[in-house]
C-alpha cells in the first residue's frame, strides 16, 4: 500500500509524485550549507560543547592520532582530553577490561595505594622525563594484586623512571603467592632510597635498564630475579646493595640470574650482596662487578662464567657451598683478589680463572685446574719468609746461613725453590715451618752454582720430592 501512495500525484494539476517532491527536498535540504545550524539543532551542539557523545570506538582509525587506540588510556596532565594521574587512568582501564596505559612526560605522584592489576601495561614515552614517584611512605606504593594471575601472565613497564623515597615503589600483598605471574620491566631508571620491588613474585625481569641504590635494599623477592643488559651502581653507604634476600612473604624460593651487566659502587657500598643462606641458584656470566667488597656465598649451584670481578684490598671471592661451577672469571688486581674454598664446600670446578693469588681450597671433591696466578717471585738476599702459598716457583740468592720458612698451598700444589750462590762464603740452608725435607743444604764455597727443591702440598706442610746436586 505505501508503494501504490508514494506513486500518487501531489494534486490532479501537478503530475510529479509524492515520492518525487520527497527526494527532491531532500536533494535540496542536502545542499543547503546551513542545514542543522539552527539554535539547538545538532551543528550547533557540535561547535558548542567540548565532548560529543559516540559509541565507543565509533571513529575509524585512520582519523585518530597514531598511539590512540594503541592505548586503553592516556595520562597527560597537559592534555584535557586525557587523565590527569595514573590512578583515573587505571580506573577507567580497570572498567574497560586491561590493556596500556601510556604515560606522557612529568612527574607523576602516587599519593596513595594504587592497585595495578596484571592485566594493565604501564608504558612511558622517554625514561628520563617520565616519572612515577611513589613518595616516603610504606603506603604511596603500587600494589599488583594477586586474584586475577592466571597462568602465563606477563605484565609491562617500559620506558620509565621508578622513584622510591623511603617506601615500597611496587609492592605485592603479603600474603598472597604469584606462582604464574612474569613482571618484566624494559628500559627502566630505578631511583632514590627506598625499595623498589618486594613481595613474592615468581619471575622480575630488568632489561637494559638503571639502578641506583642507597642504604636500603633494591629487590626482595621469593621468586627468580633476572638482571640483564642493565647497571647496577650504590652511592657512597657502607651498607648499599643491589641485591637482597628472600621477601619471606610466600613460598616460592629465590634465584638470582645476571647477564650482562655492570655492577659498582661509588662508596663504600656492596655492588651487589646475596646472602648465603638464602638464594637456591645463582648465575653470573658476562658481566662486570668493581669496587665489590668480600662476597662470601653459600649459594649452591652456582653458575659464574667469563666475568671481571674487582674486589677491594684483601678480599676473597669466598665460597661454603657445593656443586658449583666457576670458570674463565679475571679476579681482581691484587694478590689478595682469588678464591676461596671453605671445608664446607664440595664438588665445585675452578678452572680456568685468571686470579692474583692462588685458590685456597679446602672441602672435597673439589675440580681446582687451569687458573692462573703469579708464577715466579724473586725474593732478597736476607730474605727468610717464602710465600710459595701464592707463588708456583721462588728464586733467591742467599747472602749468608739462614733459615727458610713459608706458607703452605692446598693439599697437592707443587712447588718449585732455586737457589744461586754468587760469592764464595760458605753457606748453610736450613728448612724451617712450612717445610718437610731431607735435611740442610750446604751451598758449598763456588760461586754461580745453582740448586733446585720441588715440593709437593699435603695441605699442612712443603714435602720435598726432589733437590739437585750443584749446577754450573
Known sequence: MWQTWFNVPKTPLDPQTIGGAIDASIAVHEADPNSHMGAGEAIENH??????????????????????RAYVAIVDPASDPDFDTISGAVAFAVASGGGTILIMPGTHYIAEALTLPDN???????????????????TDTIIIPAQTILPGTTQYINNLTIESNGGYAMRMAIT?????????????????????????????????????????????????????????????????????ESANEGQLGYDVVIDNTRAYTLGAGLCMWIPSTTANSLSITNSSLSNQNTISIGTSNM????????????????????????????????????????????????????????????????VIEGNLFPQTITTTTTATALDLSNNVNVYQEPSATKTLTTTVPRAGAFRTLVLKTTNVTAKTITFGTGFKTTGTLAMGVTAN????????????????????VAMA
Open 47 to 68: 561547535r558548542i560543547n567540548d565532548v560529543i557523545d559516540h559509541p565507543a570506538e565509533s571513529i575509524p582509525n585512520d582519523k585518530m592520532y597514531t598511539n590512540a
Open 120 to 138: 594493565i601495561n604501564l608504558q612511558g614515552i622517554d625514561r628520563d622525563t617520565c616519572i612515577i614517584n611513589c613518595g616516603s611512605s610504606a
Open 176 to 244: 598472597e603467592t604469584y606462582a604464574y605471574l612474569q613482571l618484566i620491566f624494559s628500559n627502566c631508571t630505578f631511583t632514590g632510597t627506598g625499595e623498589y620491588i618486594r613481595g613474592a613474585i615468581s619471575d622480575i625481569k630488568l632489561n637494559n635498564s638503571f639502578v641506583l641504590v642507597g642504604a636500603n635494599p633494591a629487590f626482595k623477592t621469593d621468586g627468580l630475579i633476572t638482571v640483564q643488559s642493565s647497571i647496577c651502581q650504590t652511592i657512597d653507604s657502607a651498607t648499599a646493595k643491589i641485591l637482597l
Open 303 to 366: 653458575f659464574i662464567v667469563a666475568n671481571f670481578i674487582f674486589m677491594g684490598t684483601s678480599t676473597t671471592f669466598t665460597i661454603t657451598g657445593d656443586n658449583n661451577i666457576i670458570e674463565g672469571n679475571r679476579f681482581g688486581d691484587t694478590a689478595s683478589n682469588r678464591i676461596t674454598l671453605t671445608s664446607a664446600a664440595e664438588n665445585n670446578i675452578i678452572i680456568g680463572n685468571h686470579l692474583m693469588g692462588v685458590v685456597t681450597a679446602d672441602g672435597t671433591r673439589n
Open 449 to 468: 752454582r745453582w740448586y733446585a727443591l720441588s715440593f709437593v702440598s699435603d695441605g699442612t706442610f712443603l714435602i720435598q720430592i726432589g733437590r739437585t
